[in-house]
């Protein structure tokens, strides 16, 4: 018997390489290697760019890839490269920008044609085997490239110098100066609400994909403008989205994106990239309305995360959830026939019309929405158990009891199939995202749970993944793999938020120092002085091919690096007083503000960090010692409200107040009032500033006159007098942003 074939990509890190390990094609690995073998024989390089989760990645795999046949041409005329693009975001992102000049649009699969020095001459997505959809076959692509090459080698190498003009034309657009103003914002959310779907939410027809940014300004704006129409897109496309196909109704978290204009057949993969921004939207939701689908759907991400997409033991968020089983299903996993709704709602442990009841609730029947099954039903919460108990001529209790007790059954059931795999690969931009996700949902809901694992995953990629000469690298374990500018800036802004988040800022200026390092070393290897951030660092090792320098400045749809950037130097400059900070940030956001108004969809964080460097981060510094009742009251209190650019920064004192003006009697009523869990301990006053603490901090505390447990609100230099009473502190911060001018 024939031992298995295995290629060069066995040993990868990557498990969408090690998917491709048996395949009969002899691929490289994105590197030297390669290129020094497409020079040393003149062929021309076939990239291949996907990842574990894309689906139709698998299928040209399965269709192409692994046909003998096709491999032995792929081999005869290339030298064939697999890139991961999670693995490779700066291979990924050149070659997107290339291929979309070439045919007009980007995606996963890309497929392209390189010169041995790796500049492209053509490219595309997926190609069926054969003549198909529209789409040339990949054996005839395959021989028309490899003959151009070989007998047109001119008009190739004009095609590859013109492309690779296009991609830095493109490049250098992105930088488009402006001025910073209120005017701006205002113009993005005006373009942001053009595009929005009145009926079904969101923004544009289909396929329809999430825009966590755009969700959160709309909020932001509404907070400080009260103009309901902002608040009507925000929460309509919340809502439609919470209820429609696109959420996982069953285990929670959202797919990626739904290829209709209802949210209602979604392509099934799960990316923690998306659900970190999505789950944030929801908690701000959440405060700002009070809806409780808000909160329930937050915490139904927050659920799917620690059973599926979490290393519980150890810390780290993984990278994705694949949508498939294997190529003959199309989300099988998480779609429903009528007969497995009604064998799990059966007797005894359910009456006779339980099934009817989840049926209506989801819009289950004989014929649902999956092509390639039509007995296939996405679930989507068609009809309100109010609706329900009315046709059924139940209770309205009894049909909210029975979905409870059926979801709970179906989950259980749902366990028991084999479940897409999990791409457990933890890397640091991304966990950095869902770190600060988490440390929202513990200050948001409480959450203890939430705060330990976000510290957990934080510690642990301190440990093994920061290095003190070049910054964060890109993944936890496996070979080294540098970082780019996204590990940097979202990891700097994770642990602001942790510091933030610290029961006592003392306690917690650890992550202050390594917040300010990691920024500082940004600054240094990716900052331009002509403003912006490159998304390589100045030292990183050549890449080869397209090896341009890029300033990443869209959210894609992670926030755009460069916007995120800003945030976190506005932030810095007001905790230390330090200018340099404020300047750069100024200076990049000057880079793209021209951006603003045509790009609003895909460039809402800028908008967040121009809101963010003109009105300034909104500072509350609690102050009490550790345990005072009084002091945790006025916590809960200020993180209940939403207010864009919020700290909530805990100082513990070292030595009870002599005096209580705030009696414990009083602190309980107040926070009974607001729906807040009270301990009882005693008031407190503050002790000197530490050393510890960041300096205009501790110039602020110098100034804070001693007493008991106290609230000092504080925008740029301007502080409030200070509150004793929580439900003052609450209308103080709802009113907070309207009443603070702009910064001059």
């Known amino acids: 018997m024939n031992a298995p074939h295995s290629n060069r990509l066995s040993h990868s890190a990557s498990p969408y390489l090690r998917s491709a390990a ?98 492209p001459f053509f490219g595309g997505t997926y190609f069926p085997p054969d003549d198909a959809m529209g789409r040339p076959g990949f054996r005839r692509v395959l021989i028309s490239m490899s003959e151009a090459f070989r007998s047109k080698r001119e008009d190739v190498e004009r095609a590859a110098v013109a492309i690779q003009d296009a991609v830095k034309q493109a490049e250098s657009s992105i930088a488009s100066p402006g001025k910073l103003s209120s005017a701006l914002v205002g113009a993005m959310t005006a373009a942001i609400i053009q595009k929005f779907d009145s009926r079904n939410g969101g923004f544009g027809q289909s396929p329809k994909f999430p825009h966590p940014a755009a969700v959160d300004l709309l909020l932001e704006r509404y907070q400080t403008t009260g103009e309901q129409p902002l608040l009507t897109v925000a929460e309509t496309t919340l809502e439609k989205m919470a209820r429609g196909g696109v959420y996982d109704q069953i285990g929670g978290g959202f797919h990626r994106y739904s290829v ?82 009604r064998s799990v709602l059966s007797e005894p442990a359910f009456s006779k019309n339980d099934a009817r009841v989840m049926e209506l609730f989801y819009d289950v029947g004989e014929t649902g929405e999956m092509h390639h099954d039509l007995a296939r039903n996405v679930l989507w919460v068609a009809a309100s158990p109010a609706e329900i108990a009315i046709e059924l001529h139940r209770s309205e209790a009894d049909v909210r009891e029975t979905i409870a007790r059926a979801k709970s059954a179906m989950l259980a059931a ?111 290897k990716y900052f331009d002085p002509a403003g912006g951030f490159f998304d390589r660092a100045s030292d990183a090792a050549p890449m080869g091919g397209l090896a341009l320098r890029r300033k990443p400045a869209q959210d894609s749809p992670v926030p755009s690096a460069n916007s995120v950037a800003a945030m976190v130097l506005v932030r810095l400059q ?27 969809l895909y460039s809402a964080t800028l908008g967040l960090a121009v809101v963010l460097e003109e009105r300034r981060p909104l500072h509350v510094i609690i102050t009490g010692a550790k345990g005072d009742l009084a002091a945790d009251v006025l916590k809960r209190a200020a993180n209940s409200v939403y207010r864009f650019g919020k700290a909530v920064i805990r100082i513990s004192a070292a030595k ?44 602020t505390l110098a100034n804070l006159p001693d007493g008991p447990a106290q609230a000092l609100v504080c925008v740029g230099a301007t502080c409030h007098a200070p509150i004793h009473d929580p439900a003052a502190l609450v209308n103080l911060l709802g009113s907070t942003a309207k009443s603070t001018p702009s910064r001059s």
Request: charged share 25%; hydrophobic share 45%; glycine share 8%.
């Open 22 to 119: 048996s395949q009969p094609v002899d691929w490289y690995e994105w590197g030297d290697e390669a290129f020094a073998r497409a020079a040393a024989e003149q062929k021309p390089i076939l990239l291949d760019i996907g990842a574990v989760w894309c689906h139709w990645c698998h299928v040209i795999d399965r269709e192409s890839y692994e046909n003998p046949e096709i491999a032995a041409l792929i081999n005869q005329l290339f030298v064939a490269v697999k890139v991961d693009r999670d693995e490779r975001p700066d291979v990924d992102s050149r070659y997107q920008t290339a291929v979309s000049a070439v045919s007009g649009q980007g995606g996963w699969p890309l497929t392209a044609f390189l010169t041995p020095a790796g500049i």
């Open 260 to 341: 209709d204009e209802r949210w209602l057949v979604p392509h099934f993969e799960k990316m923690a990239c998306d659900n970190s921004e999505l789950l944030k939207n929801y908690l701000h939701a959440w405060q700002v309305t009070g809806n409780p689908l808000f909160r329930e759907t937050a915490e139904g991400i927050i659920r799917w995360v620690f059973d599926v997409l979490c290393d519980r033991e150890k810390g780290g968020f993984y990278s994705s959830q694949d949508a498939d089983i294997s190529l003959d299903d199309d989300g099988d996993y998480f779609t429903w026939t009528l007969a497995e709704l």
């Open 414 to 524: 749902r366990a028991k199939r084999t479940t897409p795999a999990i791409d457990g690969t933890i890397y640091v931009g991304g966990n950095g995202l869902f770190i600060s996700a988490f440390l929202e949902a513990a200050r948001v809901l409480d959450r203890s749970d939430c705060r330990d694992f976000a510290l957990k995953t934080l510690d642990r990629i301190l440990a093994e993944a920061w290095d003190a000469q070049n910054g964060f690298l890109h993944r936890v374990g496996g070979p080294r793999l540098p970082g780019v500018l996204d590990d940097q800036v979202f990891m700097a802004g994770a642990l602001l938020d942790a510091w933030e988040s610290a029961p006592d800022a003392d306690a917690g200026a650890r992550y202050f120092r390594a917040a300010q390092g990691a920024m500082d070393l940004a600054l240094e």
């Open 574 to 600: 007001d905790w230390t007083g330090e200018a340099r900070y404020g300047d750069a940030a100024r200076r990049t956001l000057e880079t793209f503000a021209g951006l603003g108004a045509e790009f609003a």
């Open 656 to 699: 009870p107040a002599t005096s209580e003006t705030l009696r414990l009697a009083t602190v309980a009523t107040a926070a009974e009032k607001l729906g807040l869990e009270t301990a009882s301990s005693p008031a407190a006053t503050p002790s000197a500033a530490s050393a510890d603490l960041p300096a205009a901090l501790r110039e």
